[in-house]
């Protein structure tokens, strides 16, 4: 396969593939060779490197991990947009948060906490940072209620933080999410206020590594991150995402995801699942 001046090999690509797995858990199939160059050739380009066998040795030389970085950065497909899959949006901000916020104030708990994970561009995290604000309204400042929003790019993450897109884009909202939490910044561009993005953690994180995490999340987001996983990698990570839910806690996946069944995880509606029994 050739590309410009770059050939990738079925040795060459194997070596690569096995990376990318082992590291990231990202499946790369055959099919995906093609894209493998047209994303990694620039980076061959820039570094002096004849071929995808000393690009790979260039890797796991760099004991720095910034060549292993640039490296999914390169490789990961981040297409979201604002209020995708929108039925999530629907039910969390109209039932599934304002009843765990019921159950928390019951017994006196002001401690939300939610987690986006595989948060891509600010699209999701935002959205749901707008609906915690919302849903608590003017007792927000009495919560402890901030989201941690992760993603492996360092890239998308310095984006979100910006929160910066095409008005076009941000249109998708809900009028009145738009009219509070979003600002005109150019004829084109709007911006998210600082009150919304400032109240989330961004982290670079790898769902790969065991989870640093002392405290349990009522919400975990993680939607069209596990198709590009294999079946193993997804039950592995469900486990891992099970053991940092609360006891009815919520579990959102994207609607072109499915799970095997999960003991103590049950499904709710569309992929969206619960913690516990019942």
């Given at each position: 396969m050739t590309i410009a001046n770059y050939q990738i090999n079925d040795h060459e690509f194997e070596k690569i593939r096995k990376l990318v797995y082992q590291e990231f858990g990202i499946n790369l199939t055959e099919k995906k060779k093609l894209?493998?160059?047209?994303?990694?050739?620039?980076?061959?380009?820039?570094?002096?490197?004849?071929?995808?066998?000393?690009?790979?040795?260039?890797?796991?030389?760099?004991k720095t991990n910034t060549a292993l970085s640039e490296l999914v950065n390169k490789i990961s497909t981040n297409h979201?947009?604002?209020?995708?899959?929108?039925?999530?949006?629907e039910q969390l901000r109209n039932e599934r948060l304002p009843q765990i916020v019921e159950t928390l104030s019951k017994i006196g708990n002001k401690d939300l906490r939610v987690w986006c994970a595989g948060s891509s561009s600010g699209?999701?995290?935002?959205?749901?940072?707008m609906i915690i604000k919302d849903v608590l309204g003017s007792d927000y400042s009495?919560?402890?209620?901030?989201?941690?929003?992760?993603d492996i790019c360092e890239d998308v993450l310095k984006f979100a933080k910006v929160g910066i897109y095409d008005t076009d884009k941000i249109a998708a909202?809900?009028?009145?999410?738009?009219?509070?939490?979003?600002?005109?910044?150019?004829?084109?561009?709007?911006?998210?206020?600082?009150?919304?993005?400032?109240?989330?953690?961004?982290?670079?994180?790898?769902?790969?590594?065991?989870?640093?995490?002392?405290?349990?999340?009522?919400v975990i987001f993680c939607r069209n991150v596990m198709i590009y996983f294999d079946q193993v990698t997804r039950e592995a990570l469900v486990k891992r995402f099970m053991g940092h839910l609360v006891e009815g806690g919520l579990l959102f996946i994207g609607h072109s995801e499915s799970l095997s069944e999960v003991e103590g995880l049950v499904s709710i509606s569309p992929s969206l699942y619960r913690k516990g029994t019942s």
């Open positions: 894209l493998v160059v047209n994303r990694l050739q620039k980076v061959l380009k820039q570094n002096g490197l004849k071929s995808f066998s000393e690009y790979f040795e260039y890797i796991k030389a760099d979201t947009f604002f209020y995708r899959e929108s039925a999530h949006f699209e999701e995290s935002s959205t749901i940072m009495s919560w402890k209620a901030g989201l941690l929003a992760t909202l809900p009028v009145d999410l738009r009219n509070k939490y979003v600002e005109k910044v150019s004829s084109t561009t709007s911006k998210i206020k600082r009150e919304v993005l400032g109240e989330i953690t961004y982290r670079k994180f790898n769902l790969m590594h065991s989870f640093p995490f002392k405290k349990q999340f009522h």
